[in-house]
């Protein structure tokens, strides 16, 4: 077991080394999550090296299991992040003044945690350790439902990013004010709520989602100084979902103008389109009986790594469609066909 400078955690079977065979997910959560999204790809990982192990199988590739940091991005801001500085693909100046709700940077984090805030950033060692990458993760959608397969295997994932909306006013009193003489940003925050839905729905498998608002200081009886709105966008690719932002943007800025406030748009995090190499990807589906390919809204730290490095991964049945909702499930049998697939997979990668 150790702990990589960014913290992420490996367990290695047998001695660390390179080329190795890597599978593991994450362990963080969105608010108010569902139980399986990250953990059901770490807890298949332990226990297909279990059965693998139970059958006296020795890898003739090093092999390990890894726990990606702030995948969900619901501390800091930026989803991926572990993976994202493993690789290189945030600024880690960037990635030390992140700050999460409290204030605390990221830079504090890290060194509440042990870690040295200096040495953040690209990991090249750790990149050169791994060949091949594989995440299990539970469905967030109905495709295996709609199909009636317990195991898929991802071939794409949507372009998608973050883009914090802040709308600057007047804080002033409730009732001593008159509407004349208000600059309020809840006003236009409001206007950018549906705007997000309206954009997405004239873009091509558009979507966007507003689920963070925050208005500064939030009191009932209180007109917002400021207030940052969170957008959430994703599209087949590129240049759709930039269609969408800058849609919601015309129609934010035009909103703050007749409210007279002002507004700033910071993209804080963004991943274009990613196809899993289809190679590996047949390679796998062949090797569990041909199952089926199918694409992901959500974002994954495999999704990250694809740019680097060779890497699949395998969905299990989610019978609600649900996630990141607490109606999130996967059935054991379900989970016990991804675990089966999972060491099947690994056997063939590393034997
Ligand atoms: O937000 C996502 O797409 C992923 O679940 N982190
Ligand atoms: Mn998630
Ligand atoms: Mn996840
Ligand atoms: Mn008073």
Do not use: K
């Not at 960037?94 to 709700?101: S, Y």
Request: net charge negative.
């Amino acid at each position: 077991m150790r702990t990589d400078r960014n913290g992420n955690i490996w367990a290695w079977w047998g001695e660390p080394g390179t080329d190795a065979v890597v599978t593991g997910s994450h362990l963080d959560s969105v608010p108010g999550g569902g139980a399986f999204d990250g953990p059901l790809g770490v807890v298949s990982a332990l226990a297909a090296v279990d059965a693998l192990r139970a059958q006296d199988f020795t890898p003739i590739r090093p092999l390990a299991i890894v726990v990606f940091a702030e995948e969900e991005g619901g501390r800091f801001g930026v989803p991926c992040l572990g993976s994202r500085l493993m690789s290189g693909a945030i600024d880690p100046d960037v990635a030390r003044r992140l700050t999460d709700p409290a204030g605390i940077t990221f830079a504090e984090a890290a060194a509440e945690a042990g870690l040295d805030p200096a040495r953040v950033g690209r990991d090249d060692e750790a990149l050169a350790a791994v060949h091949t990458f594989v995440e299990l993760h539970v469905e967030q959608g109905r495709g295996l439902i709609d199909l009636g397969a317990p195991v898929g295997v991802a071939s794409s994932i949507l372009a998608h990013g973050r883009w914090r909306f802040g709308f600057a006013g007047e804080g002033n009193h409730a009732g001593a004010t008159l509407l004349g003489d208000r600059r309020d940003p809840m006003v236009p925050a409001a206007e950018m709520v549906l705007a997000a839905r309206i954009a997405a729905s004239e873009v091509d498998d558009g979507r966007a989602t507003v689920g963070r608002i925050v208005p500064n200081p939030g009191g009932t009886n209180v007109i917002a100084s400021t207030v940052d709105v969170w957008l959430d966008a994703r599209a087949g690719d590129d240049a759709s979902t930039r269609e969408i932002v800058e849609r919601v943007r015309a129609m934010a800025a035009d909103a703050a103008e007749r409210e007279n406030c002002v507004l700033t748009v910071v993209e804080e995090s963004y991943g274009d389109t990613v196809v899993f190499d289809s190679e590996l990807r047949d390679q796998v589906s062949r090797a569990l009986g041909g199952v089926p390919a199918l694409p992901t809204g959500a974002g994954h730290d495999a999704g990250i790594l694809a740019a680097h490095l060779s890497t699949a991964m395998l969905f299990v049945r989610n019978p609600t469609g649900i996630s990141h909702a607490p109606e999130e499930f996967a059935e054991a049998d379900d989970c016990q066909a991804g675990v089966t697939a999972l060491a099947t997979v690994l056997e063939r990668l590393t034997g």
